[in-house]
């Protein structure tokens, strides 16, 4: 591709990611031809290749640092693998497509090496205004991070970057969970609190200024020439952050305030509200489903509701003959600022867990001692010293380290406030039904009037919904009349929800893909169980020690606390992430079993789960696949059979003990791979439905083709979590429904002989 790098790239953890403006895509006109070049490894001569002209932005990452001669606005050749933006196929989980889609960005690629990107030396073209402006707001903001990056250490950096440049690359994880866990993350996010500081700071100015001139007071209305002052700066502000979607929205809300001012029309604010959410909304409708916009619109009502109430407090204050700094001053401010941050914290809770599904009770204590910090000390000398880094770097640099004073102490404070138990907690997804009735709920409580006959019986009503929907959603499972086998999208991994008649809720493993940064139990797993409303777990089954099996379950044991675990060796160990589970079992207090050979795990009305070998009992590794655990659930007249990642040689000894393996589902053996693809075994189980749990990028590996071929040539249906998403199977007396996440649509194999349900003549969409 050629194009423009659009935007400063932005590195942490060793991997960096840019966005490019690309004009032309080039293809091979011959597709044997060499990608070898001597100089320019990556590239060869474009006069062989065809060219698609096409102008997008493309998200490219990369490992490694990005070439640091190539600044933004410069052209450039980039060669990678591209690919839509993709998120994990299991509800409830982060959608990742739809994020970059409110950045206009719909396609992403991975360049291999640092070799594979080339500065082109073209001559200077004319741009766009609204492209040349953003181009120098990016190297302004690269400018601006580099200087931070010399000046300060990478904690205090990276949380400086955060508010003044929108880049939170260089946060480490665990200050970003520090930030998460007292309620305060919003702070380090470019958005309305530093944009009406900013305007609060620089209106402030300008007054002084504008009253120190008896010719601008004489001629012009003081108030409405402060707002045009200020507007440009915030212009300029929003250009140094990256005009991203939370910068955009608060300048728009900004914008229509002071655009209020000028127009005498200030004291309405619902109006203002509404006109400024309708703008957003006409720029880009499907910003009204994204987390940050409800969030941004539920703060801003709720400190609506209460700003009769702060402006008495100020008013009397005001009015008070006192010394300003007198005690009952400083306790009327603190209490009209806890106001702010609770009504914010109050407004925005059901949206929180509806999206994240957790919640701080500090976060309005959190927030007036580290907002001031931030925003009052640190943000005020960053953006002061900017203008400097050019002129005088030494000042600039002497700012930025008393600035960082603030960070330093708002990361101490969130550290420490982080650690109390009751710093935070994760809920289930709230329905839209209890999201309606809280806030109607609230509007009773702030907003309605005291004598109202229908007050009372209004707010008995919504607190008695709010408190039984919990209880008769876990009477609903309970008594569901089917029970459910969900086989979830971990990427390359596996994990089985089974929710048993009675309301039991057991797990069969959780493990996926691993990074510092990413926990496929906290960030897959975890909230689809919050979204089917279980904040519990029953049991737990690690089938053997594979990460892919169980590398997000330590996470899993923390929140949803099993009563039992079953694993398949005593003592594990030999990993940091095998060391964690162990640790989160002994923390939770959970029974560890080592199950025998058909051992019952659990057991309800209708069905029964149970070990159907001992492989694990016997010689070997702990990691070996072939001690994995083989489990077989018989429901309603049918049966699930899971035999971890056991290879040819375990299927062999299984089918030497003659052991009764028929099932209606199999979970593939080892992700569908050739190791596990025994003719034997399979016509063995000889299964109506293949589940295979396999990641989107070693296709043909996991699955490999002679396995799906050999499955086929017997009859299976095969659903591979990597195409179809989260498979669930409703297990009920007279046959299976079936539910894909990505087609979101259901497939019934229904048939009156259970005996007899290879027969799929019957089936219907």
């Given at each position: 591709m050629s194009g423009r790098l659009l935007a400063s790239p932005e590195t942490g953890t060793g991997r960096t990611k840019f966005l490019l403006l690309a004009d032309h895509f080039f293809f091979p006109a011959d597709q044997s031809l060499s990608f070898k070049t001597g100089d320019q490894p990556g590239f060869s001569s474009l006069i062989q290749w065809r060219s698609l002209p096409l102008k997008t932005k493309i998200l490219l990452?990369?490992?490694?640092?990005?070439?640091?001669?190539?600044?933004?606005?410069?052209?450039?050749?980039?060669?990678?693998?591209?690919?839509?933006?993709?998120?994990?196929?299991?509800?409830?989980?982060?959608?990742?497509?739809?994020?970059?889609?409110?950045?206009?960005?719909?396609?992403?690629?991975?360049?291999?090496?640092?070799?594979?990107?080339?500065?082109?030396?073209?001559?200077?073209?004319?741009?766009?205004?609204?492209?040349?402006?953003?181009?120098?707001?990016?190297?302004?903001?690269?400018?601006?991070?580099?200087?931070?990056?010399?000046?300060?250490?990478?904690?205090?950096?990276?949380?400086?970057?955060?508010?003044?440049?929108?880049?939170?690359?260089?946060?480490?994880?665990?200050?970003?969970?520090?930030?998460?866990?007292?309620?305060?993350?919003?702070?380090?996010?470019?958005?309305?609190?530093?944009?009406?500081?900013?305007?609060?700071?620089?209106?402030?100015?300008?007054?002084?200024?504008?009253?120190?001139?008896?010719?601008?007071?004489?001629?012009?209305?003081?108030?409405?020439?402060?707002?045009?002052?200020?507007?440009?700066?915030?212009?300029?502000?929003?250009?140094?952050?990256?005009?991203?979607?939370?910068?955009?929205?608060?300048?728009?809300?900004?914008?229509?305030?002071?655009?209020?001012?000028?127009?005498?029309?200030?004291?309405?604010?619902?109006?203002?509200?509404?006109?400024?959410?309708?703008?957003?909304?006409?720029?880009?409708?499907?910003?009204?489903?994204?987390?940050?916009?409800?969030?941004?619109?539920?703060?801003?009502?709720?400190?609506?509701?209460?700003?009769?109430?702060?402006?008495?407090?100020?008013?009397?204050?005001?009015?008070?003959?006192?010394?300003?700094?007198?005690?009952?001053?400083?306790?009327?401010?603190?209490?009209?600022?806890?106001?702010?941050?609770?009504?914010?914290?109050?407004?925005?809770?059901?949206?929180?867990?509806?999206?994240?599904?957790?919640?701080?009770?500090?976060?309005?204590?959190?927030?007036?001692?580290?907002?001031?910090?931030?925003?009052?000390?640190?943000?005020?000398?960053?953006?002061?010293?900017?203008?400097?880094?050019?002129?005088?770097?030494?000042?600039?640099?002497?700012?930025?380290?008393?600035?960082?004073?603030?960070?330093?102490?708002?990361?101490?404070?969130?550290?420490?406030?982080?650690?109390?138990?009751?710093?935070d907690f994760r809920l289930t997804t709230p329905s839209p039904l209890e999201i309606g009735v809280y806030y109607l709920l609230l509007a009773a409580l702030i907003r309605g009037r005291p004598h109202t006959w229908y007050r009372k019986p209004l707010i008995w009503l919504s607190v008695a919904i709010l408190v039984l929907t919990p209880w008769y959603n876990k009477y609903r499972r309970a008594h569901q009349g089917c029970e459910k086998v969900s086989f979830l999208d971990v990427g390359q991994g596996s994990s089985a929800v089974l929710e048993m008649e009675g309301g039991e809720v057991v797990v069969i493993d959780g493990g996926g893909p691993y990074s510092e940064r990413f926990n496929v139990g906290e960030a897959v797993i975890a909230p689809y169980l919050w979204k089917k409303r279980i904040d519990r777990i029953d049991q737990l089954v690690v089938s053997h020690l594979d990460g892919d099996h169980y590398n997000g379950l330590p996470f899993i044991i923390k929140q949803f606390k099993p009563e039992k675990v079953w694993l398949n060796d005593p003592v594990p160990g030999g990993s940091m992430v095998a060391d964690n589970l162990m640790q989160a079992i002994r923390e939770i207090g959970c029974t560890l079993i080592v199950p025998d050979q058909n051992e019952i795990i659990s057991q309800s009305s209708i069905s029964t789960l149970r070990n159907v070998a001992d492989l694990h009992l016997g010689a070997g590794y702990p990691e070996d696949n072939n001690r994995s655990l083989v489990l077989k659930l018989s429901s309603n007249d049918h049966s699930f059979l899971f035999p971890g990642d056991i290879e040819n040689k375990a299927g062999e000894q299984l089918l030497r003990r003659d052991l009764n393996l028929k099932a209606d589902v199999l979970l593939a053996p080892h992700h569908g791979s050739i190791t596990s693809g025994s003719e034997d075994f399979a016509e063995a189980v000889s299964p109506d439905c293949l589940v295979i749990s396999a990641g989107k990028y070693r296709r043909k590996t996991f699955p490999a083709p002679e396995v799906t071929a050999l499955y086929r040539a017997l009859g299976s249906r095969i659903f591979n979590t990597a195409s179809r998403g989260t498979i669930i199977f409703k297990v009920r007396k007279g046959g299976l429904e079936i539910e894909t996440f990505t087609t979101d649509k259901q497939e019934r194999v229904f048939n009156p002989a259970p005996d007899h349900l290879t027969d799929h003549h019957s089936t219907r969409l």
């Amino acid at each position: 591709m050629s194009g423009r790098l659009l935007a400063s790239p932005e590195t942490g953890t060793g991997r960096t990611k840019f966005l490019l403006l690309a004009d032309h895509f080039f293809f091979p006109a011959d597709q044997s031809l060499s990608f070898k070049t001597g100089d320019q490894p990556g590239f060869s001569s474009l006069i062989q290749w065809r060219s698609l002209p096409l102008k997008t932005k493309i998200l490219l990452r990369m490992d490694g640092i990005f070439p640091p001669s190539i600044s933004p606005g410069a052209p450039m050749l980039a060669r990678a693998v591209l690919s839509r933006p993709d998120r994990y196929g299991t509800p409830g989980s982060f959608n990742y497509p739809a994020y970059l889609a409110a950045k206009s960005v719909y396609l992403q690629g991975w360049v291999k090496s640092e070799s594979h990107i080339l500065e082109l030396r073209l001559n200077p073209s004319t741009l766009p205004v609204h492209l040349w402006l953003s181009i120098q707001a990016e190297k302004l903001r690269q400018r601006i991070n580099t200087f931070l990056q010399e000046r300060l250490p990478v904690t205090t950096a990276g949380l400086y970057m955060a508010i003044l440049t929108g880049d939170r690359s260089m946060l480490s994880q665990a200050v970003q969970e520090n930030f998460k866990k007292t309620g305060v993350m919003h702070i380090l996010a470019i958005s309305g609190i530093h944009m009406g500081l900013l305007a609060l700071c620089c209106a402030l100015v300008f007054t002084f200024l504008v009253k120190r001139s008896e010719h601008l007071l004489l001629r012009h209305h003081a108030k409405k020439l402060v707002c045009l002052l200020t507007m440009p700066v915030l212009l300029s502000y929003a250009l140094i952050a990256g005009f991203n979607p939370p910068v955009v929205r608060a300048l728009i809300m900004t914008t229509i305030f002071f655009l209020a001012i000028l127009n005498d029309r200030q004291h309405h604010l619902p109006t203002h509200i509404s006109i400024a959410a309708l703008v957003i909304l006409l720029v880009n409708p499907w910003l009204l489903y994204s987390a940050s916009f409800q969030l941004s619109f539920g703060a801003v009502i709720g400190i609506t509701a209460v700003l009769p109430r702060i402006t008495s407090i100020v008013s009397s204050t005001k009015s008070s003959t006192t010394f300003f700094f007198s005690a009952d001053h400083v306790i009327n401010w603190v209490y009209s600022a806890f106001l702010v941050s609770a009504a914010a914290c109050l407004a925005t809770l059901p949206l929180l867990l509806y999206h994240f599904n957790r919640f701080s009770p500090i976060s309005p204590v959190t927030t007036l001692l580290v907002e001031p910090l931030i925003c009052f000390w640190s943000l005020i000398f960053g953006l002061i010293s900017i203008p400097f880094i050019y002129v005088a770097p030494e000042l600039a640099g002497l700012l930025v380290k008393i600035g960082s004073l603030g960070m330093k102490g708002a990361d101490l404070i969130t550290a420490v406030l982080a650690e109390l138990p009751f710093a935070d907690f994760r809920l289930t997804t709230p329905s839209p039904l209890e999201i309606g009735v809280y806030y109607l709920l609230l509007a009773a409580l702030i907003r309605g009037r005291p004598h109202t006959w229908y007050r009372k019986p209004l707010i008995w009503l919504s607190v008695a919904i709010l408190v039984l929907t919990p209880w008769y959603n876990k009477y609903r499972r309970a008594h569901q009349g089917c029970e459910k086998v969900s086989f979830l999208d971990v990427g390359q991994g596996s994990s089985a929800v089974l929710e048993m008649e009675g309301g039991e809720v057991v797990v069969i493993d959780g493990g996926g893909p691993y990074s510092e940064r990413f926990n496929v139990g906290e960030a897959v797993i975890a909230p689809y169980l919050w979204k089917k409303r279980i904040d519990r777990i029953d049991q737990l089954v690690v089938s053997h020690l594979d990460g892919d099996h169980y590398n997000g379950l330590p996470f899993i044991i923390k929140q949803f606390k099993p009563e039992k675990v079953w694993l398949n060796d005593p003592v594990p160990g030999g990993s940091m992430v095998a060391d964690n589970l162990m640790q989160a079992i002994r923390e939770i207090g959970c029974t560890l079993i080592v199950p025998d050979q058909n051992e019952i795990i659990s057991q309800s009305s209708i069905s029964t789960l149970r070990n159907v070998a001992d492989l694990h009992l016997g010689a070997g590794y702990p990691e070996d696949n072939n001690r994995s655990l083989v489990l077989k659930l018989s429901s309603n007249d049918h049966s699930f059979l899971f035999p971890g990642d056991i290879e040819n040689k375990a299927g062999e000894q299984l089918l030497r003990r003659d052991l009764n393996l028929k099932a209606d589902v199999l979970l593939a053996p080892h992700h569908g791979s050739i190791t596990s693809g025994s003719e034997d075994f399979a016509e063995a189980v000889s299964p109506d439905c293949l589940v295979i749990s396999a990641g989107k990028y070693r296709r043909k590996t996991f699955p490999a083709p002679e396995v799906t071929a050999l499955y086929r040539a017997l009859g299976s249906r095969i659903f591979n979590t990597a195409s179809r998403g989260t498979i669930i199977f409703k297990v009920r007396k007279g046959g299976l429904e079936i539910e894909t996440f990505t087609t979101d649509k259901q497939e019934r194999v229904f048939n009156p002989a259970p005996d007899h349900l290879t027969d799929h003549h019957s089936t219907r969409l």
